[in-house]
């Protein structure tokens, strides 16, 4: 197993001072993200190259999203310590490390049970653990935890999926990408159990999100 040295810290900062070049102004998120030796969650080949503002190869065909990606979704969420929060997608668990760090109280959902056990496994060694890890799908969400103070979604999503709306809290935020090939990234906040108000933020691509895949 590959460890966290002098010089991945080094790498983390300068990708911090990147982030921050590009418009990411919440230091707490800067924070966390520098917590986190993103090169535990890649393969090995692409170790060097593992604090760039790039996305790389999964396992299960899926990507871990760009450092920005990441710290532009986990900024509009604007997570106060001790927040229930839901993540629709954990994948290799980059971005659960991340809202951890924060002082979440993270529940967080994948379809792919290779990615499942890679990413249970990671977040032991490094010890962010979340409250809840679960294999299932994630367009159900977790009803039985519910509400949620937010909800992340790292995946792109075709329509708002009103079951994950009924999950939120009162006053809560969701951050989700919606679209099929290319998405634009939105946060929902809940004004009352059928208001919500959408603000949009600009082009991204994720992989899609698919209902009724869970995959062995």
């Known amino acids: ?24 102004t919440d230091e707490v998120v800067l924070n966390a993200l520098n917590k986190i030796p993103r090169h535990l969650f890649i393969d090995s080949i692409f170790e060097d190259l593992a604090y760039e503002d790039r996305a790389f190869p999964i396992l299960s065909n899926q990507t871990i999203s760009h450092p ?9 969420l604007h997570i106060q310590k001790g927040e229930k929060v839901l993540e629709i997608g954990t994948g290799s668990g980059y971005q659960t490390a991340v809202l951890v760090a924060l002082g979440a109280q ?3 959902i994948e379809r792919q049970k290779e990615l499942f056990d890679f990413s249970k496994k990671i977040l032991r060694k490094i010890n962010f653990l979340p409250k809840h890890q679960i294999f299932g799908d994630g367009y159900l969400g977790l009803p039985s935890f ?3 103070d937010k909800i ?10 009103k079951k994950l709306l009924e999950q939120l809290t009162i006053g809560g935020v969701m951050v989700i990408p919606i679209g099929e090939k290319e998405q634009k990234m939105y946060t929902v906040l809940k004004l009352d159990e059928n208001t919500f108000e959408t603000m949009e933020f600009g082009d991204y691509q994720f992989v899609p999100m698919l209902e009724n895949r869970v995959i062995e």
């Open 1 to 24: 197993m590959k460890e966290d040295t002098l010089k991945h810290k080094g790498k983390r900062n300068k990708l911090i001072n990147l982030l921050k070049q590009k418009g990411i």
């Open 146 to 148: 519910a509400p949620f």
């Open 68 to 76: 920005y990606t990441v710290a532009f979704q986990t900024q509009l």
């Open 106 to 108: 993270v529940y967080t």
């Open 152 to 161: 992340i979604i790292t995946a792109g999503v075709p329509t708002m999926p």
